[in-house]
């Protein structure tokens, strides 16, 4: 399947405020499980995204310093949510917040990684556009992917230390 050039297009796909999308990956971030709700929202089937990167459902318009904070928080063992603008097999786009935890052996080892992601409403996902398309903005200044996603992870830390706060407040005070 690895279609890694699905054309977006402006029409949102919603799904309920009692339905949680669940996907597990490994330690390189190939999908080993989804559920029903996954495979509903995504527009796919399950056959089609087991093995996959779990980056083939990754919009365009997301920022890649938010992914680049998110890898980095959970391979240091630590949870950490997130909104993340999503994209389905026909280029339809949703919105959700992501959980996301590492899964640890007896030994502490992080052996895989898991994700519940939950509805978001119109308000946070209008916050949160616009702070994401600053950021991507800030990206593409550079020629070089590399240092625009680091240029990108700094605006973001640096909008989180403008409002006095750590990013996880930060994030959260977006559905206040």
Avoid at 134 to 151: D, P, S, W, Y
Wanted: charged share 25%; proline share 3%; net charge negative.
């Amino acid at each position: 399947m690895a279609n890694m050039n699905i054309e977006p297009v402006d029409e949102e796909i919603t799904f309920g405020q009692d339905e949680i999308i669940v996907s597990k990956t490994d330690l390189k971030g190939r999908i080993t499980y989804v559920n029903d709700i996954f495979c509903k929202v995504a527009e796919m089937k399950e056959r089609e995204v087991l093995g996959e990167p779990h980056s083939i459902i990754r919009h365009p318009d997301m920022p890649r310093a938010v992914f680049q904070l998110l890898w980095e928080t959970i391979q240091h063992k630590k949870e950490i949510f997130a909104y993340v603008k999503n994209i389905s097999k026909t280029g339809k786009y949703y919105w959700v917040l992501a959980h996301v935890t590492p899964t640890m052996d007896d030994q502490g080892n992080i052996v895989a990684y898991h994700s519940n992601r939950r509805s978001v409403s119109a308000n946070e996902v209008q916050k949160i556009d616009k702070l994401y398309k600053e950021i991507a903005a800030v990206e593409r200044q550079h020629a070089n992917r590399k240092e625009g996603m680091l240029a990108g992870a700094k605006y973001l830390a640096e909008q989180a230390a403008n409002s006095a706060t750590s990013y996880d407040e930060f994030i959260w005070s977006v559905g206040a």
